[in-house]
């Protein structure tokens, strides 16, 4: 499975971004789906994941209320809506998948990543 990612942008504090992640490939409907982002100097995070069937979700706390990840298995997309945002949310975002889980919430866990998209909240 190929993912490609999109949507980011810059926007001001408050703002919202909606990010796209489009799969390539028949099998994308198994595969658990997660949002990862990368600040500057910073380790990798995983924002949000969701499981093959959109049944289950997880987020990290600090985006908890405020992001909402979903997915389209018959579009082959997984969409990642950020409301609310804050600088602290600056960062290139990547969407990844598994086959390996039904759902996962550690970044080593996925294996299949698209190229990033870049997301700046100025204040």
């Known amino acids: 499975v190929q993912l490609q990612a999109s949507g980011g942008g810059t926007v001001q504090a408050g703002g919202s971004l909606r990010l796209s992640c489009v799969a390539s490939g028949p099998t994308f409907i198994t595969y658990a789906v997660a949002w990862i982002r990368q600040a500057p100097e910073k380790d990798r995070e995983l924002v949000a994941a969701?499981?093959?069937?959109?049944?289950?979700?997880y987020y990290t706390d600090s985006v908890k209320g405020r992001f909402t990840i979903s997915r389209d298995n018959a579009k082959n997309t997984v969409s990642l809506q950020m409301n609310s945002l804050k600088p602290e949310d600056t960062a290139v975002y990547y969407c990844?998948?598994?086959?390996?889980?039904?759902?996962?919430?550690?970044?080593?866990?996925?294996?299949?990543w698209g190229q990033g998209t870049q997301v700046t909240v100025s204040s």
């Open positions: 969701i499981s093959w069937t959109g049944k289950s979700t």
């Open positions: 990844a998948g598994t086959a390996q889980y039904t759902m996962a919430t550690i970044v080593s866990y996925y294996d299949d």
